[in-house]
């Protein structure tokens, strides 16, 4: 069974820098198209970031653009959320998700293109 499970995360002051990584495990898992979301309490989840396959090409949210970086390390089967400047506006719980075959650019921001999840990370960003 294929799993996702999300590290990273912590309590940072605005203006910080965190490492969010997502390691996949399990015989069945293959590449595919990587998201990054967030949600926050008492909102909808949101869509931060994807990596695209074959591709690698990424894909931000204007909200991160500049601040962010997505990538993938092979060797390691995880993929990573590169954050610096961090804004309390970041405070979320963080979660990869691996796309399903539908994934297309068009719709990389709709959660139900993605198959499936990891618990999530905490970020806290403090004013």
Same mark, same amino acid.
């Given at each position: ?27 069945? =898992? ?6 990054? =979301? *967030?949600?926050?309490?008492? #909102?909808? *989840? ?6 695209? !396959?074959?591709?690698?090409?990424? &894909? &931000?949210? %204007?909200?991160? #653009?500049?601040?962010?970086?997505? =990538? ?17 506006? %970041? ?11 539908? !994934? *297309?650019?068009?719709?990389? *921001? %709709? ?17």
């Amino acid at each position: 069974q294929v799993r996702l499970v999300e590290s990273g995360g912590g309590l940072v002051q605005a203006g910080g820098s965190l490492r969010l990584s997502c390691s996949a495990s399990g015989r069945t =898992f293959s590449r595919s198209a990587m998201g990054w =979301f *967030r949600q926050a309490p008492g #909102k909808e *989840r949101e869509f931060v970031a994807a990596l695209g !396959w074959p591709s690698d090409s990424t &894909y &931000y949210a %204007d909200s991160v #653009k500049g601040r962010f970086t997505v =990538f993938w390390d092979n060797a390691k089967n995880t993929v990573y959320l590169q954050m610096i400047s961090l804004e309390p506006e %970041d405070t979320a719980l963080y979660y990869c998700a691996r796309a399903a075959g539908r !994934w *297309r650019i068009w719709n990389m *921001r %709709d959660t139900s293109v993605y198959e499936i999840w990891g618990q999530g990370t905490q970020v806290t960003v403090a004013s």
